[in-house]
């Protein structure tokens, strides 16, 4: 395999997306492994956006602990709670949240002081199950919209289709 990670940056966000899905799509045939396929999703995300932080947090104790899965940037946090910070606000509610500053995010867990805005969403195992957050973080305000929010989500629906 000798796949290279496109640009898209400066690409409208709906067609950059649907590029990368395809392009994923190809990488991960035949892969089950989740931990594989996150860090594959990571270095893809990461690298054709230009972002600050990019990966996953897992869900290790449900309903109680996520803990840093496969990533790309700065230094990431090991553990979040359920309930705490983005991410653990996102699990805990099992939903997407968009932060355009994280100064306004009550409770935002400081891992690298140069994140400004960030977008997290969960990921959906087979069953329904909360696998992990995607969390994305960025160097600009406001960097990230609905259209990231639904890239994002289109991007990680594959670890629903996957049997592990
Ligand atoms: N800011 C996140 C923590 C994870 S890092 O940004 C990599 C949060 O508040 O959950």
Redesign the pocket.
């Known amino acids: 395999m000798a796949e290279t990670i496109p640009d898209l940056r400066g690409i409208p966000k709906a067609r950059a997306y649907e590029e990368l899905r395809g392009h994923t799509k190809a990488i991960l045939d035949g892969i089950t492994d989740p931990i594989a396929a996150m860090a594959t999703v990571a270095a893809l995300v990461h690298h054709a956006f230009g972002h600050l932080?990019t990966?996953f947090?897992r869900v290790v104790e449900p309903g109680v602990l996520l803990r840093v899965g496969p990533?790309q940037g700065s230094l990431?946090?090991l553990d979040?709670a359920f309930g705490?910070?983005?991410?653990?606000?996102a699990a805990a509610e099992m939903r997407s949240i968009i932060v355009p500053d994280?100064d306004k995010?009550p409770?935002?867990?400081?891992?690298?002081a140069s994140?400004r805005s960030?977008i997290?969403v969960p990921v959906l195992g087979p069953r329904g199950d909360l696998l992990a957050i995607l969390?994305v973080?960025s160097k600009q305000l406001d960097a990230f919209n609905e259209e990231d929010q639904r890239g994002l989500e289109q991007l990680v629906s594959w670890f629903a289709t996957v049997k592990q």
Request: with cysteine.
């Open positions: 932080w990966g947090y990533y990431g946090c979040i705490r910070g983005v991410c653990g606000t994280v995010f409770g935002h867990i400081t891992c690298d994140s960030e997290v969390d973080d």
